[in-house]
């Protein structure tokens, strides 16, 4: 075979290659397409099936409510978890003092709030030097103290006849401050004190009032007691128990603290509201008979002292009985001790003198609420 057999022979050889080659890589390439569309089209059906699936399985029924938390399923906050504001201020330590009690009684609308009244005194008509007089010293009223340059002595013999140079025995001196907290009593009355100890030999010390702080508990008079047997009253020569308000069943300790107080060594005085203590007989009018009863019987009360007056304000006295109430003025003829009534001023006294011998009841003196 020439060379030119040859040469057209294998042209034609090379095209029939050329056109396989061509064929073949077409159908790679359509192929690779197919095969790259079938695996897009595959990840969009899992893709479509899974957000289906999520849609049914996991979004709850519409026609079922969400389910909400029971109240013990809600979560707590634990309260040293919970900020506090910071205060804006110091906070000041309480008072330390007995627990004054928040009842009063609405049934005295008005309560006994002293207020100086502008009136000479006239002196009780008497020349009898065994008389028992009484001041009721107001604590919290500083123009009644004497002066510093006064002799107390002289002070007060312009407002008792009796009172002389020697200092009368009979003569009693009480600072009143109307606290049943004997803690707070003490110290209302310690600025008094060197003035009445100056030449006074009978300083009392009063405890009780006619109002919410004068108001008494067991456990006032039982702190009461402990300043008694502790001492803390030794200064003084008495005690002027002030019995209005109170609360019930007190009767029996009562009578244990005047006897604790004797005991001591310190007289004892007690005064009620008109003939019995208003507040108890306002709750219980027998308990407050009983009361009574018991203490016209109680030896260990030196001076019993009911109050002629409402206000102290008076220009004559009162002699209304507490009420309610069964205690009567002829009931004070069956105490054993001195009867002194406590009255607005000294000039009221013979007034006093006459009505209680009608009831055939004795007086030993009185006791000046009014100061002058």
Not at 258 to 273: M, P, Y
Not at 348 to 370: H, K, N
């Amino acid at each position: 075979m020439d060379q030119t057999q040859f040469n057209s022979q294998g042209l034609g050889s090379t095209a029939h290659l050329r056109y396989v080659s061509v064929f073949a890589l077409t159908m790679v390439v359509i192929t690779n397409t197919v095969l790259v569309v079938g695996f897009v089209a595959l990840g969009a059906i899992i893709a479509g099936t899974a957000t289906v699936i999520s849609l049914v399985v996991l979004s709850p029924d519409p026609g079922t409510p969400s389910p909400t938390l029971m109240p013990s399923e809600a979560p707590t906050v634990s309260p040293s978890e919970v900020p506090t504001a910071s205060p804006t201020e110091e906070p000041t330590a309480a008072p330390t003092m007995a627990p004054v009690p928040t009842f009063f009684p609405s049934f005295r609308p008005t309560v006994k709030t002293p207020s100086k009244v502008t009136r000479a005194p006239t002196l009780a008509p008497t020349t009898n030097s065994s008389l028992v007089e009484g001041y009721w010293w107001w604590t919290w009223d500083r123009t009644t103290t004497a002066p510093v340059d006064t002799n107390l002595g002289k002070f007060i013999s312009k407002i008792f006849p009796f009172w002389s140079s020697n200092n009368n025995p009979h003569f009693i001196a009480i600072a009143f401050s109307g606290w049943a907290n004997i803690t707070i009593a003490l110290e209302e009355s310690a600025q008094l004190y060197p003035y009445l100890t100056s030449t006074c030999q009978n300083v009392y010390i009063s405890v009780g009032g006619g109002n919410k702080f004068g108001y008494w508990t067991l456990p006032l008079l039982e702190y009461l007691n402990n300043a008694i047997t502790s001492q803390q009253l030794q200064d003084y020569t008495g005690i002027a128990y002030d019995i209005e308000v109170l609360d019930s069943g007190l009767t029996h300790a009562f009578t244990e603290s005047f006897a604790i107080a004797r005991n001591e060594g310190l007289k004892v005085l007690v005064t009620v509201s008109h003939s019995s203590p208003y507040g108890l007989a306002h709750r219980n009018t027998t308990e407050a008979a009983i009361m009574m009863s018991t203490f016209f019987a109680d030896e260990n009360i030196d001076y019993l002292s009911p109050q002629l007056y409402s206000t102290g304000e008076e220009y004559s006295n009162d002699y209304s009985i507490t009420t309610p109430g069964t205690v009567t003025w002829a009931d004070y003829a069956n105490a054993v001790s001195a009867v002194v009534p406590s009255i607005v001023d000294a000039s009221m006294y013979a007034d006093a003198q006459t009505y209680f011998a009608a009831q055939g009841v004795p007086l030993s003196g009185f006791v000046q609420w009014q100061q002058v």
